[in-house]
């Protein structure tokens, strides 16, 4: 069963990799979905979901026993997915704004701030 989900995440992550070289902003968008989604999958895979065994340190030891399921990775994964999330929504807001036609890049650099002299502070005579 992981060798299966392995060479999937390797078809999907070639795929992801062809959308995104595409020089449509919907196929851009999709394929930056599929390579994040496919990189947590991968992520979460390597801490071995196969195992039933729940990651519960027993009262007195110090690490977990072998063939328990790696928590860390489930973190992280977790992580990944708000994070993933974010960046699509931010991609989403400036796709339309591509759509709209008003994304030149004058306009968008309007919205920073305009950077300023720092100011140097006074000399003390002693």
């Known amino acids: 069963m992981s060798l299966l989900l392995i060479i999937t995440i390797g078809l999907g992550v070639s795929a992801s990799i062809y959308l995104m070289l595409a020089r449509d902003?919907?196929?851009?968008?999709?394929?930056?979905?599929?390579?994040?989604?496919?990189?947590?999958?991968?992520?979460?895979?390597?801490?071995?979901?196969?195992?039933?065994?729940?990651?519960?340190?027993?009262?007195?030891?110090?690490?977990?026993?072998?063939g328990f399921t790696n928590p860390l990775p489930q973190a992280l994964t977790l992580t990944a997915i708000v994070i993933g999330f974010?960046?699509?929504?931010?991609?989403?807001?400036?796709?339309?704004?591509?759509?709209?036609?008003?994304?030149?890049t004058d306009h968008l650099r309007a919205s920073e701030p305009v950077p300023q002299e720092p100011v140097k502070p006074p000399i003390e005579d002693e």
Do not use: D, K, W
Not at 34 to 61: C, D, K
Not at 86 to 104: D, I, M
């Open 25 to 66: 902003l919907f196929r851009l968008l999709l394929g930056l979905t599929m390579l994040g989604s496919l990189t947590n999958l991968l992520l979460f895979m390597s801490g071995r979901p196969g195992s039933l065994l729940a990651p519960v340190i027993e009262r007195g030891a110090e690490a977990l026993p072998a």
């Open 86 to 104: 974010a960046l699509l929504a931010f991609a989403l807001v400036l796709g339309a704004r591509v759509a709209q036609g008003n994304a030149l």
